[in-house]
């Protein structure tokens, strides 16, 4: 059974950096890809990115895309999120979960995709 644990959230000012991460475990890499997704306070989750391993094929969202970049540690079976030039808007809490893969790539970040999912770590951005 698939067990992932984030950790790496806090408060960072506008403008600011944070690398968050997800240990994984539990799950066959060939099959699956890893997604991080986030839910800001009053509002629905929302996907932000996926990787898949060996190739390390990524895709974003509109939001993520150019601020924030995911990558894997294959012999620490962890996936990072560094998020930079952060607004409040980027105020959470993230999740990661294991999704489809499709070849090297990982074909959406729709939440109705995914399982596994970890208990979420909290990322405020404010002055």
């Known amino acids: 059974q698939a067990q992932l644990a984030e950790s790496g959230g806090g408060l960072v000012q506008p403008g600011g950096s944070l690398r968050l991460s997800c240990v994984t475990s539990?799950?066959?890499?060939?099959?699956?890809?890893i997604g991080w997704f986030r839910q800001a306070p009053g509002k629905g989750r929302e996907g932000v990115g996926c990787?898949?391993?060996?190739?390390?094929?990524?895709y974003y969202s509109d939001s993520a895309r150019g601020r924030f970049t995911i990558s894997i540690d294959n012999a620490a079976n962890t996936v990072f999120l560094q998020m930079d030039n952060l607004v409040p808007e980027d105020t959470a809490v993230y999740y990661c979960?294991?999704?489809?893969?499709?070849?090297?790539?990982?074909?959406?970040?729709?939440?109705?995709?995914?399982?596994?999912w970890g208990q979420g770590t909290h990322v405020t951005v404010s002055a």
């Open positions: 979960a294991v999704g489809p893969r499709y070849g090297s790539s990982c074909p959406t970040i729709n939440v109705e995709s995914f399982r596994s």
């Open positions: 539990g799950f066959t890499w060939d099959y699956s890809s």
């Open positions: 990787i898949t391993r060996d190739y390390g094929g990524t």
